[in-house]
């Protein structure tokens, strides 16, 4: 049931892109994604719903394939201040919900 | 707007002692919930909560936690006679009413190690 991340571990130069992934075998109705640096609380991202609908920062960009129940998260022209772990958190419906998170993806950036 | 707050933000019990976890959501949310992180690990759903309701307790243990988000106050994650296997980071998220975007705020988390 937890949605399944890769890669669980990447290292980029400053200016690099990276694609993190988040596949779940349940239909979803919403994919919310997450960045925690290191002793501290999750900061939410992006959120993507079922239909198309998507909210988050201007500078995320993500994609949610409702069919194959898949989320990639785009980090284009990284900068140092992407370091940290990213996190996918799914819904099964609307409304209030739990979010059942991936393991986890750590993205390290160097200058 | 103050952020979800969360207190105290580390907590050492020795086994067998209790352990009392505060959350006071976003300004105007009324939904919480708390997750639990181990180490290295990601996040795992315990209890979501409406003030004096709980709504899915799907992910407590069955024996020694209990949560509540009363009328009044914040809301309390309790842990009894606590074990060594509770060393955990404990984090709750808010919610505002419930519309097409859940999104879920966290708060700082609260470190809790058990001797």
């Known amino acids: 049931q937890q949605p399944v991340q890769s890669p669980q571990a990447v290292i980029l130069r400053e200016g690099e892109d990276a694609v993190i992934n988040c596949s779940s075998s349940k239909a979803l109705y919403s994919v919310h994604w997450y960045r925690q640096k290191h002793g501290e609380a999750p900061v939410f991202l992006m959120i993507l719903l079922k239909g198309g609908e998507q909210k988050g920062h201007e500078k995320i960009s993500a994609s949610f394939n409702e069919k194959k129940q898949q989320s990639s998260l785009y980090l284009t022209a990284s900068q140092l201040s992407y370091s940290g772990t990213y996190f996918c958190?799914?819904?099964?419906?609307?409304?209030?919900?739990?979010?059942?998170f991936g393991q986890g993806t750590r993205l390290t950036i160097n200058p | 707007n103050a952020g979800v707050m969360q207190n105290p933000r580390h907590l050492v019990r020795r086994r067998g002692q209790e352990a009392r976890l505060r959350c006071s959501p976003m300004?105007?949310?009324?939904?919480v919930y708390w997750y639990r992180q181990l180490p290295e690990e990601g996040l795992k759903f315990m209890v979501y909560l409406q003030k004096e309701n709980i709504i899915d307790e799907s992910g407590m243990p069955k024996e020694r936690f209990s949560a509540e988000f009363p009328k009044e106050g914040p809301s309390i994650l309790r842990i009894q006679q606590v074990v060594r296997g509770d060393s955990a980071a404990y984090f709750c998220?808010?919610?505002?009413?419930?519309?097409?975007?859940?999104?879920?705020?966290f708060g700082p988390g609260t470190r809790l190690t058990v001797l």
């Open positions: 998220a808010s919610s505002p009413e419930v519309h097409s975007y859940n999104e879920q705020f």
């Open positions: 958190g799914t819904e099964r419906g609307q409304g209030a919900q739990k979010l059942v």
């Open positions: 300004k105007g949310h009324s939904h």
